[in-house]
């Protein structure tokens, strides 16, 4: 989990980073369960509001393939 002032310079570096260019992140929790890794609910929520604004969210939830391999 993240502590106040982590989530804010995880959020300084996404929304920088966004007015530049591409930005790309894995996850394997839904954005609702965010607020479970970070203290602040107000921060995560401009956090993904700006990670979903014209963006393409790819819904990933197969099986592994890595775990079929094996």
Same mark, same amino acid.
């Given at each position: 989990? +993240?502590? %106040?002032?982590?989530?804010? #310079? #995880? +959020?300084?570096v /996404?929304?920088?980073?966004?007015?530049?260019?591409?930005?790309? /992140? =894995? =996850?394997? @929790?839904?954005?609702? %369960?965010?607020t479970? #890794?970070?203290?602040?609910?107000? #921060? /995560?929520?401009? @956090?993904?509001?700006?990670l979903? +604004? %014209?963006?393409? /969210?790819?819904?990933?939830?197969?099986?592994?393939?890595?775990?079929?391999?094996?």
């Amino acid at each position: 989990s +993240f502590n %106040r002032h982590q989530s804010e #310079l #995880l +959020f300084k570096v /996404i929304s920088d980073r966004a007015e530049k260019s591409s930005v790309m /992140i =894995s =996850s394997n @929790l839904e954005f609702s %369960r965010w607020t479970e #890794l970070f203290e602040n609910p107000t #921060l /995560i929520t401009a @956090l993904v509001d700006r990670l979903t +604004f %014209r963006s393409h /969210i790819l819904n990933m939830n197969n099986p592994s393939y890595r775990m079929e391999q094996g």
